[in-house]
């Protein structure tokens, strides 16, 4: 097992690297997320995940653990290949596809190319606990306070007779729009808002 790569980089496009190593060049498929984070790296060191198939051996390169955990369960879920993760992970950053699933926002998934409605709800419906029981280390992801206020949030919307999904959704705008909002009140109505829209 290839656990990470590290090297210089020969060759860089969007959805590619070819990093040296050893001697050798490495073909390291990468996501956009992973490409905007190296744009400007003339030394790389990347996570990698190696997909052996009868006919093919891939290696696929990730910025962080996070989002190589991420690529590592969409590939679990029946009717994703690693191509479609990373065309996922390309089009949401880790803490995007996080919030989707947690908020069962099928819509947002379904937005990626390849990624129809019934493919979009099995990636929530197989996902969706993993995450809840996994701590992902983002560096992007709410404080402890934030996430207590969410909570409190969640649940007095969900008290006042909006459905959990809908609220879900519209707290992940929120906070995308505001990350540091300060009382669960103002988190209550910014997302009552989104709620009307």
Do not use: C, W
């Not at 909006?162 to 705008?173: C, D, G, H, K, Y």
């Amino acid at each position: 097992m290839i656990t990470y790569i590290k090297g210089p980089i020969a060759h860089k496009t969007p959805s590619f690297v070819v990093v040296e190593a050893g001697g050798l060049g490495y073909h390291v498929n990468i996501s956009l997320y992973t490409y905007t984070k190296i744009e400007k790296a003339e030394q790389v060191k990347l996570l990698t995940h190696f997909h052996v198939k009868e006919d093919q051996q891939t290696l696929y390169g990730f910025h962080d653990e996070t989002e190589r955990s991420f690529f590592r369960l969409l590939i679990g879920v029946n009717g994703v290949g690693p191509a479609t993760a990373l065309v996922v992970l390309s089009s949401m950053n880790p803490e995007e596809f996080q919030a989707a699933v947690l908020g069962e926002d099928v819509a947002s998934i379904r937005k990626v190319k390849g990624i129809g409605p019934k493919t979009a709800q099995r990636i929530i419906i197989d996902l969706k606990d993993k995450m809840m029981k996994e701590s992902f280390a983002s560096p992007t992801m709410l404080s402890s306070q934030s996430n207590t206020h969410r909570t409190e949030a969640l649940s007095a919307l969900v008290n006042l007779g909006f459905a959990r999904p809908a609220v879900q959704r519209a707290l992940n705008r929120v906070f995308a729009a505001k990350p540091d909002l300060g009382t669960p009140e103002e988190i209550i109505k910014l997302a009552l808002r989104e709620l009307s829209s």
